[in-house]
């Protein structure tokens, strides 16, 4: 654990709870940890907790070695207006606000013609609620390796990371895993309508669907073999499994799962576009 560490969060709402909960007496002591947020009932949780918080942004900023930026994106701009009077030279700059480009948040926080440039731009997704996310991650050139491996240790206390290029793979990586668990609650839920369809009682099928899916990915995440192979040791020539197979391959599946992922990155695209004005 890094005594030295501290970490401000502007906007303390669920994920920056989550964020806090995985580093809380782990990666930094609690009283590290200072949380920005105009809630009355937020705070007081963060205090709660054993951190600092205040209702708008104060100078306890100012100590604070790393700042993670996690309002909703159409408040980003005004929450750096209201805290870029405190930013140091060495404060590593980390977003998770969807929606807005890392050269655009870079201009926010800079002086004209002199864009900041220590900034990491994050897309986690909801299962770092729960300390199984996965985030993935993209720093401007002005990260060092060591400002790359402190994100990474704070963004890895909730789940998996993964590190891409640039503000376009990140687009790539909303529409797959920032928007992926609604996909997956989606595939559940009619998991679950078929499953009582065909004559279980709802818990009998909510139950099954949920072990099956955990199961099914945790046994995916350990093989060496690819999910095709997996898929195909299950399917038996003739089967059950083959008879439902058929169904999803007959209505192209695959091509509705990667035209959804698309759309989603178009608009993930539109966003920014709007956002970045």
């Not at 918080?53 to 070695?65: K, N």
């Not at 391959?249 to 956002?275: G, K, M, P």
Request: proline share 5%; glycine share 10%.
């Amino acid at each position: 654990m890094d005594t030295q560490l501290s970490i401000a969060f502007i906007g303390g709402g669920n994920m920056a709870s989550a964020l806090a909960s995985g580093l809380a007496g782990k990666t930094c002591p609690a009283g590290n940890l200072h949380a920005i947020d105009p809630t009355p009932a937020v705070q007081d949780a963060w205090r709660a907790r054993g951190a600092t918080a205040a209702g708008a942004p104060d100078a306890a900023l100012q100590a604070c070695r790393v700042w993670i930026y996690a309002v909703k994106p159409q408040q980003l701009r005004e929450a750096v207006a209201a805290t870029r009077a405190w930013l140091q030279p060495g404060t590593l700059v980390i977003s998770v606000a969807a929606g807005i480009r890392a050269d655009t948040l870079s201009g926010w926080l800079g002086e004209p013609g002199s864009p900041w440039q220590n900034l990491v731009r994050c897309m986690p997704n909801t299962p770092a609620l729960v300390g199984a996310g996965v985030t993935g991650l993209a720093a401007l050139p002005g990260v060092d390796r060591a400002g790359r491996e402190l994100a990474e240790r704070l963004l890895g206390s909730v789940g998996q990371v993964v590190w891409v290029d640039d503000d376009v793979a990140l687009d790539a990586v909303t529409a797959l895993s920032g928007s992926g668990p609604a996909y997956v609650f989606l595939f559940l839920e009619a998991l679950i309508a078929g499953g009582v369809a065909v004559g279980l009682s709802p818990d009998q099928a909510r139950q099954l669907a949920l072990g099956t899916l955990d199961g099914a990915t945790r046994l995916a995440a350990q093989s060496d073999d690819p999910p095709s192979v997996l898929r195909e040791r299950v399917t038996s020539k003739g089967g059950t499994t083959a008879a439902a197979l058929q169904v999803f391959q007959q209505a192209d599946l695959a091509a509705i799962v990667r035209q959804a992922i698309e759309a989603a990155a178009q608009r993930s695209r539109e966003l920014a576009s709007e956002f970045g004005k």
